[in-house]
């Protein structure tokens, strides 16, 4: 959904950088959507998950309620493996650089200039990874007259979220911009045995600096820290056919204590403790006919999680992960253009080096999986596109990328043995002892653990990502287009969860995705409407599904196909009114996944739903004060969408439709400005699912995670110019 003015008949023109260079987002052949910063700040968006509540086609949640690791599916196209070390099919980027780590997705939003969503294939420009498409976060920059702003929100959960920024010169050639986050709330899990959980506890800081020496040059410099420590990983315990309707309790015996949602018992309590850093550094040369862009970031990430897995008193199952990493990316660009071509070429490197652990346990079952792995990826590409005006209404636009993409893994797991468990009540099954002999490497070495490897493997890729498309703008005002893409996202590896799968099961092949699209963009009725449409047809071989039974995990090839459309509809009818809806259809299915041995069905993709939709309304009044009162509703609708590449009832989310109100106070004091405005987010108090998990087959159970309950606050805001 693109930015909407606050009182104007006349939709704002938008600019958008999604083919590496500005445009009004009209004239760019891409299914998209932007938001400025002040409609991030009125909707309350708080990190890049909440994009989705008003943007077609994109889904956004976690595993486990607490952003540990975000999951940003566009059109059906997403990564649902939990371990710390796999990417994403749909990339995310930060003021040009991308984000390799599912673990750093659920970034705080605070001082933004723009999002942008693009939808499809983006490989061309983007690279490997954006195969689904790509969120584009990028921040206000340093300006050359001084401002500052504070914004102090105070709701419910006691939440006190403070952001500012200051901004202006330093001298005449040099300017900087200071932005600070700080977030707190209790948790609104209720936990019988501790603090309650899915708390709030975020500090993000961002320093930035301009350098203009020259006309000809242009120097940015942007560090960043981000660190969250919080109570995490609490889940909604339903023993497994109980949720089917048949079953009391789960195969130890537990029954479901703590019925309500959001409500359970943590044992042990849960812990998100992330820490990132890092550094952008952009250069930009000028010359006569072309410009010379080079964008190198490093990031460093450090995370500890640790779950309670069962969610009841008992201790079936806990799991926790350890990640150390980093990442490198350099990319050289040069953009040029003629009277009737525009053109961009380029190179990039990216180096993504991590060493990881994750660990299962089974305390009363007995048993536990150890694995410490690394992965160092190292990915290199040659990109180019051209455009070139036919006539005065026809373009055609070609652009292929070459990427290369190796990847080295050394996994080292360990297996403890368990012994049997006797059968109980006609629902408790019993289990036969492990003795670790079908673990990864099949020989046991002692009798308390059993270490498979280590493990070293490795993986070359190469493929051609490439677009074709042909625009026709018969008037300035409508642009009709159809195209080609190809997306690619790398080949790579399982780390086991339970340690249960065999070596050659380990590894994936890269997933290519062709897509064929077709789209319309228009303004009408004298620029107070805008109404963009696009369908398309996704082609995928050897899609990448992530299956999650009993407590194995694994990414597995599939072939897969997507048919699907998009349509946003923007109306300002009179002075002070604006309404937006967006509307997505998806039909998203993997085909031939085997559900038992020798049985094979088509499956619904994860967090794939058939239908969601979207609106916005806001009415402001100017009052003769020369004040503004704004009020605004927005609200979303999600069908009910599968968590697993094998559906099954337990893994099946319910539809939702979440509404959120807001009133504000707008006024200025002589050159400054303040707000003050009243919220309700999630006004009807909606108990929805964002995720599940069917381990019915090893512990009868099934665990749910759900959103936040109603939240009511107060904000304040004072701009400095």
């Not at 820290?225 to 056919?241: C, E, I, M, N, W």
């Not at 006797?422 to 308390?448: A, H, K, R």
Request: with cysteine; hydrophobic share 35%.
């Amino acid at each position: 959904m693109a930015a909407l003015p606050t009182a104007a008949q006349q939709l704002e023109e938008i600019i958008v950088t999604a083919q590496k260079r500005e445009q009004n987002i009209q004239d760019v052949s891409v299914s998209m959507s932007a938001f400025g910063g002040d409609r991030v700040r009125e909707l309350a968006w708080r990190s890049s998950e909440d994009i989705a509540a008003q943007t077609p086609g994109l889904i956004g949640t976690s595993f486990s309620g607490d952003s540990t690791v975000s999951i940003l599916t566009i059109r059906g196209v997403g990564q649902n493996d939990f371990a710390d070390h796999q990417e994403a099919p749909t990339a995310l980027y930060v003021d040009g650089a991308y984000v390799g780590f599912t673990g750093a997705a659920g970034v705080q939003l605070y001082d933004l200039d723009r999002v942008e969503v693009l939808r499809g294939p983006q490989g061309t420009l983007f690279g490997r990874n954006a195969t689904g498409g790509l969120v584009h976060l990028i921040s206000k920059k340093p300006t050359r007259e001084f401002e500052a702003y504070a914004d102090l929100t105070v709701a419910e959960f006691d939440q006190l979220r403070f952001e500012g920024a200051v901004s202006g010169p330093l001298t005449d050639k040099l300017s900087a911009r200071l932005s600070l986050l700080q977030d707190t709330a209790d948790g609104y899990f209720d936990n019988a045995l501790g603090d309650d959980a899915r708390d709030r506890d975020f500090s993000s800081a961002r320093l930035q600096f301009d350098y203009r020496p020259t006309d000809w040059l242009d120097a940015h410099i942007a560090l960043r820290a981000a660190r969250s420590d919080t109570v995490a990983g609490a889940y909604d315990f339903r023993p497994a056919l109980n949720e089917l309707g048949d079953m009391p309790t789960d195969f130890q015996g537990s029954p479901d204590s703590f019925p309500g949602i959001n409500d359970g018992a943590l044992n042990p309590l849960g812990e998100n403790d992330r820490e990132a850093y890092g550094a952008t550094t952009t250069l930009v040369f000028r010359a006569d006919n072309f410009t010379l862009t080079s964008i190198t970031d490093f990031t460093d990430l450090e995370k500890f999680y640790l779950e309670d897995s069962d969610g009841n008193p008992s201790l079936s199952l806990d799991y926790f992960t350890d990640q150390d990493s980093t990442q490198f990316s350099q990319e050289f660009r040069i953009n040029g253009e003629t009277e009737n071509s525009r053109w961009v070429g380029g190179f990039y490197y990216l180096n993504l080096d991590g060493d990881y652990i994750s660990f299962l346990s089974a305390p009363t079952f007995g048993g536990a999986n150890t694995n410490r792995y690394s992965l160092e990826t190292d990915s290199w590409s040659l990109f180019g596109q051209f455009e070139l005006d036919l006539s005065p209404t026809l373009t055609v636009i070609a652009g292929a990328r070459y990427v290369e993409d190796k990847k080295d893994y050394d996994l080292l797991s360990e297996c403890t043995p368990s012994p049997a468990l006797p059968v109980g009540e006609p629902w408790l099954p019993g289990f036969p002892p492990n003795d670790c002999s079908i673990f990864t490497s099949g020989d046991p070495q002692n009798p308390l653990a059993v270490e498979a490897g280590p493990i070293n493997l490795s993986r070359d890729d190469e493929d051609i990502t490439a677009t074709l498309s042909l625009n026709y703008k018969p008037r300035d005002n409508v642009l009709a287009y159809a195209k080609f893409s190809r997306g690619m996202k790398g080949g790579g590896f399982t780390a086991p969860l339970d340690g249960f799968l065999l070596v050659d099961e380990l590894s994936y092949d890269p997933e290519i995705l062709d897509s064929y699209e077709i789209g319309l963009k228009t303004d009408f009725w004298d620029g107070r409407a805008r109404l963009n449409a696009s369908a398309f047809y996704y082609d995928y071989e050897d899609y990448q599904g992530f299956v999650f039974q009993g407590v194995t995990s694994q990414v597995r090839n599939f072939d897969a196909e997507i048919f699907g459309g998009e349509i946003e509809l923007f109306v300002n009818p009179g002075e002070g009114w604006e309404f937006a809806t967006g509307l997505s259809l998806l039909d998203a299915t993997v085909n031939d996944v085997e559900l038992s041995p020798g049985v094979f069905e088509d499956q619904d993709m994860i967090t794939a739903p058939d239908l969601s939709v979207n609106f916005l309304g806001r009415r402001s009044w100017t009052l003769a004060s020369g004040a503004t009162v704004s009020a605004q509703l927005d609200g979303t609708y999600v069908d009910e969408q599968q968590y697993n590449t094998n559906n099954s009832p337990l893994t099946l989310g319910e539809e939702y439709d979440l509404w959120n109100a807001r009133i504000s106070y707008e006024a200025s004091h002589g050159s400054n400005s303040w707000e003050v405005a009243l919220f309700v987010n999630n006004i009807g108090d909606e108990e929805y699912q964002t995720y599940r998990f069917d381990l019915s087959d090893f512990f009868g159970y099934a665990l749910l995670v759900y959103g936040p309950p109603r939240w009511a606050g107060a904000q304040f805001r004072y701009n400095w110019n």
